[in-house]
């Protein structure tokens, strides 16, 4: 486990803006920054950085935390191996007491792989460079294709000697473990011995988003080999193929930079790219893009070009994936290079001026694109034809965001004219798709929303309550989640001169009975555990920054707020602001002597309303929480009275309506309520 003085040397030298805008393309809003949420897929800004309060959320999705908690969700670490990562980046060292059983395996399995394939990195680039059969064999290939040697170092391209095992015995001789070998794909286990998995080939080194290899592509050099002619690291728990775009470690300052990403298919075609001074390019690797891919792409631009062969292959490659990329927004582009040539081989013929200006000249709507291959085969089968304007209709009816309304509008228009069909019948086909799409979803994850609505309904009509009285229910969660957040903004100050704000909150409710919430209830128990070790959270960052993702979570779900007060309100408050803040750092006394009569008695009426709205809010907030409960008993009980009971139980139902109606007023009196009896 990670010391908890580490912890907090971390927490202090962590910058969540800085953290999280490593993944996450940011603009500034007012006090906050914004941007596309990295957890859901979303066509509108609604996550948002809060660097003051060193936490963020999202009010699309819902999803919010502190920094560590970012890194966690978003690379899907534990807790230590978040804590290990910001450690890392910000060149902390890490002092350990102690980790279970299960912590110590994740990190193992994840440390040991990126440390084999650093090794083998390293391994296959000396070979490359290095040993005899390296040059004759692989460093050939690579003069063959006119990579230079910076290029070659640059992303760390290697070779895989012929020898049956010659990696397997160095990384062994290294003390590499035999079933890390095998999952990491570099060895296989064949009749019980170990060999080397990409023998007589050349390595491609692929990188994660901090340069980290998480993996390897290799390709044969043999013209007759009967072999794949590329080899990809399987599947492992730091390798996940539809989350990676090779290149993209290298890409990511020029796509943003360029505000433009160029997809190409293979390796070659993105270090000859990268070779001609074109850097904002990644590829594929041959396979249908993912919707992670494509997010990957949208957290630096809106602009994807896809620059493939111009052969079938190639036109049939590019317009895979076309869907998901409408879906996610992206303003997609097709390059089709002349038949014969791939973007590798026509950068090297014409050089990159001649190809920066090919692809500016020969952008193609992808749509429009589509549609002119697909008319291509149909003829004047009318059957064929009505397939094309069904996939069309379904194509366009990707285009789902409000603002691209207008877009899809003109593709309608466009498409009706080459298709030549009725415009109005090709928008009534595209509106039902999106309408069966949106019933598809709503069929497959109901929102959560919705799934409390259905689960009261149910309970409402097994219980006959009636809807005012869910309603009722509904609202007690909320005023509980009020509560608790008046004792994570308030708890640390003075409430007398005995008890802070939170001893009084937890005296009040100190019957758990009164919240239903669990995530409440948890805090509230852990809140009370530390009063009663004499601990005095110092305002809200302690749970902000708590260990317990789900305590962290609610604290920042009930601290953030989408909304910031406006310029007007803090030019016209800012004074009295500044009279507050001088008051806490000087003495009361000295501090008024300063002050003109007017100010004093400004800063006076000031003071005073904040004294007597602080007590008000508190007690406000218990009070409806009490009155609410109360309420949904009296409700109960009296459902309890309409049913048939003896005379003696009947009397006491009646007796403890009376008993809570008294309450409530008691209560509604407090609350300044007026209840009718």
């Known amino acids: 486990m990670i010391s908890p003085a580490t912890i907090q040397q971390i927490m202090a030298r962590t910058d969540i803006t800085d953290v999280v805008g490593s993944f996450v393309k940011l603009k500034k809003r007012g006090t906050n920054l914004l941007g ?23 009010f699309g999705c819902g999803k919010s935390g502190n920094t560590i908690s970012f890194v966690m969700e978003h690379e899907k670490y534990s807790y230590p191996e978040a804590l290990k990562w910001l450690a890392q980046r910000y060149g902390i060292e890490i002092e350990e007491t102690y980790l279970n059983e299960e912590q110590r395996q994740q990190v193992q399995t994840a440390d040991n792989l990126f440390a084999l394939n650093q090794f083998a990195q390293q391994f296959f680039t000396t070979q490359l460079l290095s040993t005899e059969e390296g040059q004759d064999i692989g460093l050939a290939y690579c003069r063959e294709r006119e990579f230079t040697e910076a290029i070659i170092k640059k992303f760390q391209l290697g070779y895989s000697p012929e020898q049956k095992d010659a990696f397997t015995k160095a990384a062994l001789a290294a003390q590499f473990n035999p079933e890390l070998l095998v999952k990491s794909g570099l060895a296989a286990n064949r009749y019980d011995q170990l060999s080397d998995n990409y023998r007589g080939r050349i390595i491609f080194p692929i990188h994660n988003h901090s340069g980290k290899v998480l993996g390897f592509g290799a390709r044969t050099l043999k013209k007759n080999d009967t072999a794949p002619k590329y080899i990809n690291t399987p599947e492992n728990e730091i390798y996940v193929k539809s989350k990676i775009l090779y290149g993209s470690f290298f890409a990511r300052q020029a796509i943003d930079k360029a505000d433009e990403c160029l997809l190409v298919e293979g390796y070659t075609d993105v270090l000859s790219l990268h070779q001609s001074g074109i850097e904002n390019v990644v590829a594929s690797g041959g396979t249908a893009l993912t919707p992670d891919q494509l997010r990957l792409v949208k957290k630096y631009t809106n602009n994807l070009t896809i620059i493939y062969d111009g052969d079938a292959a190639g036109i049939k490659a590019a317009l895979r994936g076309l869907d998901l990329a409408l879906e996610e927004g992206l303003q997609v582009q097709l390059v089709l290079i002349p038949d014969g040539d791939d973007p590798d081989s026509y950068v090297n013929k014409v050089g990159p ?3 920066r200006s090919f692809v500016q000249q020969h952008k193609k709507d992808v749509i429009l694109f589509q549609v002119e291959v697909a008319l291509r085969d149909t003829g004047s089968d009318a059957a064929k034809k009505a397939a094309v304007v069904n996939r069309m209709a379904e194509t366009i009816s990707r285009i789902n965001k409000a603002e691209d309304f207008t877009k899809q509008q003109d593709y309608i228009k466009q498409c009706a004219t080459l298709l030549k069909i009725d415009e109005a019948g090709l928008h009534t086909l595209v509106n039902k798709y999106i309408r069966d799409r949106i019933q598809a979803q709503e069929r497959k994850t109901a929102p959560l929303s919705s799934v409390v609505i259905e689960e009261n309904a149910q309970r409402s009509a097994a219980s006959n309550f009636d809807d005012a009285t869910f309603l009722l229910l509904f609202k007690d969660e909320l005023q509980e989640k009020e509560v608790a957040r008046i004792l994570l903004e308030y708890g640390h100050r003075r409430w007398n001169t005995d008890q802070k704000v939170s001893d009084f909150i937890l005296e009040e409710i100190a019957d758990d009975s009164l919240l239903e919430n669990a995530e409440v209830q948890k805090l509230f128990t852990a809140y009370r555990a530390l009063r009663m070790q004499g601990e005095d959270p110092q305002g809200p960052q302690y749970f902000l920054q708590h260990p317990d993702q789900q305590l962290s979570t609610l604290a920042v779900s009930l601290i953030q707020f989408p909304y910031e007060e406006s310029g007007r309100w803090k030019s016209e408050f800012s004074q009295q602001a500044g009279y507050q ?8 006394e000295q501090f008024i002597a300063t002050l003109s009569v007017g100010q004093e008695s400004s800063l006076q009426q000031f003071l005073k309303a904040e004294e007597d709205r602080s007590p008000e809010a508190i007690h406000s907030a218990i009070h409806y929480l009490k009155l609410r409960k109360i309420k949904r008993m009296l409700l109960e009980n ?3 009275m309409e049913k048939q009971h003896s005379t003696e139980k009947f009397s006491v139902l009646l007796q403890t309506h009376d008993h809570l109606k008294q309450m409530e007023i008691a209560l509604g009196k407090q609350a300044g309520s007026v209840i009718i009896r």
Request: hydrophobic share 25%; with cysteine; charged share 25%.
């Open 36 to 58: 596309l949420c990295p957890f859901h897929n979303e066509k509108t800004p609604s996550f948002t950085v809060s660097p003051s309060k060193e936490i963020y959320k999202c």
């Open 353 to 355: 001026a001649a190809f």
């Open 581 to 588: 803040s001088r008051l806490f750092e000087q003495d009361y």
């Open 638 to 640: 009296q459902q309890d």
